[in-house]
């Protein structure tokens, strides 16, 4: 490792480096709770390990035994939030071992790999090269605020409204919609009210949220994510369920509320956008998809939609809209995760992914057509359990075991099957499935080899294999 220090010291060196190395940004994003702080830890924490290959067989440069080392370095956005790898480290390998805290916002971290080059040209120039791999880390939640783009302010309240005709929306947005109803949406507005709308507006979005009803289709993303805009009066405005009856006055409280959604637009999507979305090179999605299972059918076709939504109007080729207001996406790999694949039987691996396939089918349509290559894994960035198998009723049965999160000791349990097929709605009984949280594991050695995971090694495979 120090002579691998050593060689970033000297000018002559970097110069010639500089010539051949190369750059990848990845963007990882998913709604919350979805495992992105995790899965970057152990992304970051297997590279770091990378040189102990026994652990990321499919990971072709470390099993060909052609890397020569990763090391963090300074992010290059120095006004973007670091990513705290070291934070969630120590939360990982503590005694006993916790999660890392939630996060709501954008972060970043740079990692340079050092790898002998396969190609000849390359070779000739220099036998080592650094691969800089920058990721970042932002909330699923902000994309739902892209379909707002191409949405007038009525064409999205109508949305609203119309979804507001079903449960559990229909419940949950009451106080709300009984506020909206007391007021005359033509006459003078006053600041109080803006906030008051938009406060009861957010309390309904995070009621949805809440993992009872678990729902996903939430907008704007940052009344529930607000990031660094928490109480800036940018987010003081929400969608209305009906037209004034007369033509709107220019100082009314339906136009500034119009003229709020429309600065929301500007100076939070595009913004967000043109400043980010512009340099990441490759986007990685994942989804808790074990989370559907147990709440039911509503929050699993929420998420379907949700999902679906953002990766519809997301660029991801010439044809997208997003290219027509802004020019220069450059995404060229896709790659979707079903994250905790530690909660199911080794065995099930194959229908979860299968399952998620099908969730995103017609968005990953979408990107091959525009030349995206696309992947889709199940896997485990920690992996807490370990596969066992009891016997019911005369019956080899597969199972898992591990320390669920309310509990001190193992349990080996069966926890449903991962069906092949989407279920019909009322397929979705109560009980069918029973994914539970785990502890993270106890390791006796965490600076010593990778995390135990799941098909993280073909992760970085497809994310970065073609680059050494
Ligand atoms: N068993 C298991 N649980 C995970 C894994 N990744 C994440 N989780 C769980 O999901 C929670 C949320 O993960 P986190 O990465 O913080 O989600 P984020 O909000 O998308 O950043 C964690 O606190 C863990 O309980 C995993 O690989 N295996
Ligand atoms: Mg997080």
Wanted: aromatic residues 10%; contains cysteine; charged residues 20%.
């Amino acid at each position: 490792m120090k002579k691998w220090l050593s060689r970033f010291s000297y000018p002559i060196d970097e110069i010639v480096n500089r010539t051949v190395d190369r750059q990848v940004k990845l963007a990882v994003t998913g709604l919350s709770r979805s495992g992105k702080t995790v899965f970057i830890t152990s992304l970051v924490h297997q590279l770091l390990h990378g040189l102990e290959s026994t652990h990321l067989p499919f990971f072709q440069v470390a099993n060909l035994g052609h890397l020569r080392g990763a090391k963090m370095m300074q992010q290059p956005d120095l006004h973007i939030p670091s990513f705290r790898y070291d934070m969630a480290i120590a939360q990982l390998g503590g005694e006993p071992p916790t999660w890392p805290q939630p996060t709501s916002s954008i972060s970043e971290i740079r990692i340079a790999i050092r790898y002998e080059s396969r190609h000849a040209l390359l070779k000739h120039i220099s036998p080592v090269h650094t691969l800089y791999v920058d990721i970042v880390d932002y909330p699923g939640e902000w994309l739902l605020d892209l379909p707002l783009l191409e949405l007038t302010y009525e064409q999205w309240s109508e949305q609203v409204a119309h979804s507001c005709q079903a449960e559990p929306r229909l419940s949950l947005s009451k106080e709300w919609r009984e506020f909206l109803a007391t007021l005359d949406l033509n006459s003078p507005t006053a600041a109080a009210t803006l906030r008051q709308a938009a406060e009861l507006y957010t309390h309904f979005l995070l009621c949805c949220k809440d993992p009872q009803y678990g729902l996903s289709l939430l907008q704007p993303g940052r009344f529930t994510m607000p990031g660094d805009l928490k109480g800036a009066p940018l987010l003081e405005f929400c969608p209305l369920l009906e037209y004034p009856s007369s033509i709107p006055r220019e100082n009314s409280l339906f136009a500034e509320m119009k003229r709020r959604y429309e600065s929301y637009k500007e100076h939070v999507v595009k913004k967000f956008y043109l400043e980010h979305l512009v340099s990441f090179d490759r986007q990685i999605v994942l989804v808790d998809v074990l989370r559907a299972f147990n709440t039911g059918y509503a929050t699993f076709a929420d998420m379907r939609e949700a999902i679906n939504m953002i990766l519809k109007s997301f660029h991801y080729g010439k044809s997208g809209f997003l290219n027509k207001l802004f020019h220069g996406f450059k995404i060229d790999k896709l790659f979707f995760a079903a994250t905790k694949a530690d909660h199911v039987t080794p065995n099930q691996l194959p229908a979860l992914e299968r399952f998620l396939q099908q969730m995103l089918i017609s968005s990953q349509h979408h990107a091959s057509f525009d030349g995206v290559t696309t992947e889709t894994l199940a896997l485990a960035s920690v992996k807490c359990t370990q596969a066992a198998y009891t016997t019911f009723q005369g019956q080899r049965i597969s199972c898992i075991k591990g320390v669920p999160l309310d509990a001190d000791k193992p349990i080996a349990l069966f926890p449903g099957e991962v069906p092949v097929e989407i279920p019909m709605p009322e397929e979705w009984v109560e009980g069918r499935f029973n994914f539970i949280e785990f502890k993270p594991p106890r390791l006796a050695n965490i600076e010593g080899r990778g995390l135990p995971h799941i098909r993280m090694d073909r992760a970085l495979e497809f994310l970065l294999g073609d680059k050494f």
